[in-house]
């Protein structure tokens, strides 16, 4: 019957190594760390073309919200309902120097804001005979 081995384990840590001079480096690659940081703010970067057909796109869009509106507000259900907004939330008016994007997100917030209901009863109060 034969004996066994010595039985060596070997752990081994994929991010650190030892050096042969017994100091300990880690194995992450610094420089790919900021050449992924660099690419990061590269695509975030928008060319001035980019900027320009988007600052076009939010400009036509605001021009069919405001179509939109103006026919609403050409029906009594839609005068009704710009009177109720008005009374619950403000007027909603283009500040100066803001960005047609800008302005086309704060008026569809104000278009889609839930307008609670008021505290009308269901039926008419009953009548007591006195």
């Not at 980019?50 to 939109?68: F, G, I, N, R, Y």
Request: proline fraction near 4%; aromatic fraction near 6%; hydrophobic fraction near 30%.
């Amino acid at each position: 019957m034969e004996e066994p081995l010595g039985c060596v384990t070997i752990c081994y840590n994929v991010l650190i190594e030892i050096n042969l001079d017994g100091s300990r480096s880690s194995g992450m690659d610094n420089s790919r760390k900021a050449n992924r940081e660099d690419n990061e703010i590269t695509l975030q970067y928008k060319s001035r073309q980019e900027t320009l057909l988007d600052d076009e796109l939010a400009e036509d869009k605001l021009k069919e919200l405001l179509a939109s509106i103006s026919q609403l507000g050409q029906t009594p259900p839609g005068v009704a309902e710009f009177q109720r907004r008005r009374k619950l939330f403000g007027e909603c008016k283009r500040v100066e120097g803001e960005a047609s994007g800008q302005f086309y997100a704060r008026l569809r917030h104000w278009l889609d804001r839930d307008m609670s209901q008021t505290k009308s009863p269901l039926h008419a109060p009953r009548q007591t005979g006195e």
